[in-house]
């Protein structure tokens, strides 16, 4: 059993290498998939790697659809009196959106849920749809679905209102596979769609109120890249630690996802220093454009032989605070392997039943590799100020990603050992597990069911 030695444990919690890559991350600002900041980060990364002592350091890049944020502002006609909103602090446009202009009545969706949207007609209109699902609703309604729904339904255009007071307006993406999504959308405060939502019941049965979205983006093809390297032996199995690089470009992506490639060099900092005690090859990588469409870790996984792939753990969501939890997605060891990890250290590591679809893992999961997915939890509902312009540095906690570094490399060393069995599991019954959850709803409405025919990746030819 491969526990990590008391020092190497000290060095760990007393070091701040990894913090000193998130505030260099986070002082980028603007990381998002395709553009500078995000290459530059990639750049911090390799050179974090490097000096971490790990071994064949690359960066791999790949083409994505790329996006580019404009102006946005929303015009209501309040009992005719025109308010126009378009400030940071109210909202912001969703990448993937088109640009355009779209005049039409404000119908106020509630949590937009597939079954709020059946047999309604928004031909014309702008719909709009809270970010929160309700907590017994079984799954989670990703944005995109809602977005979809609306579209489907003859919207013209989206608002999509943050559930949190005080945590400004959410972005996130909307874009399809290989390109913008088909009608504009912004994201809005809570405190906007409070009142656009109390302006709606006031007209209740005579319309919903005039409105104007204007929104302006730039659409066209980019590039971001994959930054991995090695440690341990050379054996034909190897374990995979991961995050992502990019961020949405609001707020500098401190949480989401600077946090978790802190974690990653962090945790490979630690690997290096017991190398000689792993008994099989650690991976690691932090991939590009995740929060457009999983771009990198899917380029990935369909340029490399995933039977050489004995697990996969990628953080995500890891920036809460110091309470580990573990996604397994039904994968035979991983989960035990962090429940030692648990005794050993006599601290809490929740280990949780059920699938993650919307992280980077899941392009390996869903292909029957064993994967999991590491974040930690937090009191209340949502990603609070992450995808906001308050995903910022100072929210942030050293001594999280110090314990969490640690906890992370004894489960991953753990992982690595040539006696542990990690089992996958068969593609089909991950499909059927994904079904049972309701999670297959979701996917299809967004074109990202992954079982049938291949999605249109932009780089399909070059993998075909």
């Not at 989670?140 to 809602?146: C, G, I, M, Q, T």
């Not at 369909?302 to 939890?325: F, P, Q």
């Not at 999280?400 to 060393?413: I, P, S």
Request: glycine share 12%.
């Amino acid at each position: 059993m491969t526990s990590l030695p008391s020092e190497t444990v000290g060095d760990a919690y007393t070091d701040s290498t990894a913090w000193e890559l998130l505030a260099n991350l986070s002082d980028l600002g603007d990381r998002m998939p395709g553009h500078e900041g995000e290459a530059m980060g990639a750049s911090l990364v390799a050179d974090a790697f490097e000096e971490a002592g790990l071994s064949e350091v690359s960066v791999t890049e790949f083409p994505i659809p790329g996006w580019w944020r404009g102006e946005a502002s929303l015009t209501v006609d309040h009992d005719g009196r025109m308010m126009t909103f378009d400030g940071s602090h109210e909202l912001v446009e969703l990448p993937g959106t088109p640009s355009g202009e779209v005049t039409g009545e404000i119908v106020d969706m509630g949590y937009g849920l597939p079954e709020d949207f059946e047999d309604v007609d928004l031909s014309g209109c702008i719909a709009m749809a809270s970010s929160i699902t309700p907590d017994d609703y079984g799954r989670w309604v990703h944005r995109s679905e809602k977005y979809d729904y609306a579209s489907e339904s003859g919207a013209e255009g989206f608002l999509f209102y943050n559930h949190i007071e005080g945590s400004l307006p959410p972005t996130g993406s909307i874009n399809h596979t290989n390109g913008p999504g088909p009608i504009p959308a912004v994201g809005l405060s809570k405190e906007l769609g409070s009142q656009l939502a109390r302006h709606c019941d006031e007209v209740e049965g005579e319309g919903g109120i005039d409105a104007t979205l204007s929104v302006e983006a730039r659409n066209e093809p980019a590039t971001s890249a994959n930054v991995e390297a090695v440690v341990g032996p050379d054996t034909d199995e190897e374990v995979l630690y991961t995050a992502h690089v990019d961020a949405h470009d609001v707020g500098v992506g401190a949480n989401d996802n600077g946090f978790g490639s802190a974690l990653v060099v962090g945790v490979g900092r630690v690997l290096a220093s017991i190398e000689d005690d792993l008994e099989t090859r650690v991976r690691l990588v932090v991939f590009g454009a995740e929060e457009t469409g999983l771009y990198g870790s899917y380029y990935w996984s369909h340029t490399h032989d995933l039977d050489r792939v004995k697990c996969v753990l990628n953080v995500d969501g890891a920036g809460y605070s110091r309470n580990l939890e573990i996604y397994p997605h039904g994968a035979s060891g991983l989960g035990e392997a962090f429940e030692e990890v648990e005794a050993e250290f006599d601290v809490p590591i929740v280990v949780e039943d059920g699938l993650r679809p919307h992280s980077d893992h899941w392009p390996f999961v869903q292909r029957g590799v064993a994967g999991g997915q590491g974040r930690s939890t937090a009191e209340g509902s949502g990603r609070g100020w992450g995808h906001t312009h308050g995903d910022t540095l100072d929210k942030l906690d050293i001594r999280d990603l110090r314990e969490l570094t640690v906890l992370c490399a004894a489960g991953v060393a753990k992982l690595a050992e040539s006696d542990r069995e990690i089992e996958g599991r068969d593609p089909e019954s991950v499909r059927e597990e994904t079904v049972e959850e309701g999670h297959d709803v979701g996917m299809k409405a967004t074109d990202s069911w992954p079982w049938g025919e291949e999605r249109p990746w932009p780089w399909a030819d070059e993998v075909a």
